[in-house]
């Protein structure tokens, strides 16, 4: 049994959906879930409302924020980032290199000293080359060596759980805050610096949770089918097998699948691909939700754990962004967990240690009860971006457009990137789909 498609888009997360909403031409989305979202979904349980994971909306394309704003006005609602540090026993607020006041004495002076220490530097030599930098060198080299030295190396190490000099820095120019000296200085001194980084303000659904979004754009037109399952992509025939036999073919294929299980199923493509895709890497995140019977226990949106002696890197607070997302007199926290690609772990043990450390912070009291449970595993979650990626993605993505595949989004570009770009990715690809198309013939001989 076959149809055929002039789109065909792999993917229902929000650039699959956001392309669909966009594109001129046919298209038909195919979804592997149950339901639309990818990491944009929401699991509701015992009247606790859980993201996978913390997921927020930072708008700053008018396309974008023109979007949002036609298919859910007035669901949003705006929140100031409250976002803290746990290091030295102590809360500073985010970003660590803007906040030292209330560290130790020592910690702060070696932080501010390496600060202009760095200053120095890059006035005597001039902005280094982020091509050639590790991260680990261009945190020493950006912010000097106390402040990589107590948050970027440590948490970062955390998050990547790999070297960091085997890690390049293209992915840090949009999502790491570099204050100037008067704002160290400031917030050294105890000002509290605000208004840094991408983030400083984001919107959030008022009620059920992110999915929201998704769900907005699903019913805006497209035709996505859930609960197809790829199994394998013909690239020379132009045709998706789906689980049970079924194939579809199409004139341009759009692709939000991770791009090396992408590789992995596609025929028909040269280049070694399938070999290039088996060596990009990612982490996952080990995702714990947990429902408490007291409210508040921090009013904070979410907080970084930079030390090695907490098994989690990050804890987020749902419920402070919407009180609808835990029920009356109970808090939420979702704990995330950095794993290795295949990586054992014991679900009972990893919850136990992480309601063991948030004790130890102080976020959870002894005599709290855990009311609600759940351990998700998100895979991939991050790609890491090592000098293996840097040097073939660019080989890679040219051979797909030139079989008629675009491989896009978070995963489908292997990048790190927010909820805004992965709409943005939608409506970029299905501008040049439909210009392709437009073309005709002309341009499926071409890419032949």
């Given at each position: 049994?076959?149809?055929?498609?002039?789109?065909?888009?792999?993917?229902?997360?929000?650039?699959?959906?956001?392309?669909?909403?966009?594109?001129?031409?046919?298209?038909?989305?195919?979804?592997?879930?149950?339901?639309?979202?990818?990491?944009?979904?929401?699991?509701?349980?015992?009247?606790?409302?859980?993201d996978?994971?913390?997921?927020?909306?930072?708008l700053?394309?008018?396309?974008?924020?023109?979007?949002?704003?036609?298919?859910?006005?007035?669901?949003?609602?705006?929140?100031?980032?409250?976002?803290?540090?746990?290091?030295?026993?102590?809360?500073?607020?985010?970003?660590?290199q803007?906040?030292?006041?209330?560290?130790?004495?020592?910690?702060?002076?070696e932080c501010?000293?390496?600060?202009?220490?760095?200053?120095?530097?890059?006035?005597?030599?001039?902005?280094?080359?982020?091509?050639?930098?590790?991260?680990?060198?261009w945190?020493?080299?950006?912010?000097?060596?106390?402040?990589?030295?107590?948050?970027?190396?440590?948490?970062n190490?955390?998050?990547?759980?790999?070297?960091?000099?085997?890690?390049?820095?293209?992915?840090?120019?949009?999502?790491?805050?570099?204050?100037?000296?008067?704002?160290?200085?400031d917030?050294?001194?105890?000002?509290?610096?605000?208004?840094?980084?991408?983030?400083?303000?984001f919107?959030?659904?008022?009620?059920g949770?992110?999915?929201?979004?998704?769900?907005?754009?699903?019913?805006?037109?497209?035709?996505?089918?859930?609960?197809?399952?790829?199994?394998?992509?013909?690239?020379?025939?132009?045709?998706?097998?789906?689980?049970?036999?079924?194939?579809?073919?199409?004139?341009?294929?759009?692709?939000?699948?991770?791009?090396?299980?992408?590789?992995?199923?596609?025929?028909?493509?040269?280049?070694?691909?399938?070999?290039?895709?088996?060596?990009?890497?990612?982490?996952?995140?080990?995702?714990?939700?947990?429902?408490?019977?007291?409210?508040?226990?921090?009013?904070?949106?979410?907080?970084?754990?930079?030390?090695?002696?907490?098994?989690?890197?990050?804890?987020?607070?749902?419920?402070?962004?919407?009180?609808?997302?835990?029920?009356?007199?109970?808090?939420?926290?979702?704990?995330?967990?950095?794993?290795?690609?295949g990586?054992?772990?014991?679900?009972?043990?990893?919850?136990?240690?992480?309601?063991?450390?948030?004790?130890?912070?102080?976020?959870?009291?002894?005599?709290?009860?855990?009311?609600?449970?759940?351990?998700?595993?998100?895979?991939?979650?991050?790609?890491?971006?090592?000098?293996?990626?840097?040097?073939?993605?660019?080989?890679?993505?040219?051979?797909?457009?030139?079989?008629g595949?675009?491989?896009?989004?978070?995963?489908?570009?292997w990048?790190?990137?927010?909820?805004?770009?992965?709409?943005?990715?939608?409506?970029?690809?299905?501008?040049?789909?439909?210009?392709?198309?437009?073309?005709g013939?002309?341009?499926?001989?071409?890419?032949?």
């Amino acid at each position: 049994m076959s149809e055929s498609c002039p789109v065909v888009i792999l993917g229902a997360g929000l650039t699959g959906l956001s392309a669909a909403y966009h594109l001129r031409a046919p298209s038909l989305v195919l979804e592997r879930e149950g339901e639309v979202g990818g990491l944009a979904r929401t699991h509701s349980e015992d009247g606790f409302t859980f993201d996978c994971t913390g997921h927020l909306l930072h708008l700053r394309d008018p396309g974008v924020m023109s979007l949002v704003d036609a298919i859910l006005p007035n669901a949003f609602a705006r929140h100031e980032r409250r976002a803290l540090i746990y290091s030295n026993r102590v809360f500073t607020p985010y970003p660590f290199q803007a906040n030292l006041h209330g560290l130790p004495p020592d910690v702060v002076q070696e932080c501010v000293s390496g600060f202009v220490d760095a200053l120095v530097r890059r006035a005597a030599e001039g902005e280094p080359d982020l091509s050639r930098l590790t991260f680990r060198d261009w945190a020493s080299r950006t912010f000097g060596e106390g402040i990589a030295r107590h948050f970027m190396v440590p948490y970062n190490t955390k998050l990547w759980r790999t070297d960091l000099d085997e890690i390049e820095c293209g992915w840090v120019s949009w999502s790491i805050p570099r204050p100037t000296l008067k704002e160290v200085l400031d917030g050294a001194f105890g000002a509290t610096v605000r208004g840094l980084g991408y983030n400083p303000v984001f919107l959030y659904p008022r009620r059920g949770g992110i999915s929201a979004l998704p769900q907005a754009l699903a019913l805006r037109g497209a035709d996505v089918r859930l609960h197809e399952t790829v199994e394998a992509v013909d690239a020379r025939a132009r045709v998706v097998r789906l689980a049970g036999g079924r194939e579809v073919r199409y004139e341009t294929l759009v692709s939000t699948l991770p791009l090396d299980h992408l590789l992995r199923v596609t025929s028909g493509l040269e280049g070694g691909l399938p070999e290039v895709g088996a060596r990009l890497r990612a982490v996952r995140v080990l995702n714990i939700s947990l429902g408490v019977d007291r409210d508040p226990i921090s009013g904070a949106h979410w907080i970084y754990f930079p030390e090695p002696q907490f098994s989690f890197y990050r804890v987020g607070f749902p419920a402070n962004l919407s009180s609808s997302l835990a029920p009356r007199g109970c808090s939420s926290l979702y704990v995330e967990r950095s794993l290795l690609r295949g990586e054992p772990f014991d679900e009972e043990e990893v919850v136990a240690t992480a309601i063991e450390d948030l004790r130890r912070a102080g976020i959870l009291w002894k005599s709290d009860r855990v009311v609600y449970r759940r351990v998700q595993v998100l895979d991939p979650a991050y790609v890491i971006y090592d000098r293996f990626r840097a040097g073939n993605l660019p080989r890679v993505h040219e051979i797909l457009r030139a079989a008629g595949i675009h491989s896009t989004g978070r995963f489908g570009s292997w990048e790190y990137s927010s909820m805004e770009g992965a709409i943005k990715a939608g409506m970029e690809i299905a501008g040049r789909v439909d210009e392709s198309l437009a073309d005709g013939p002309r341009a499926r001989r071409a890419s032949r």
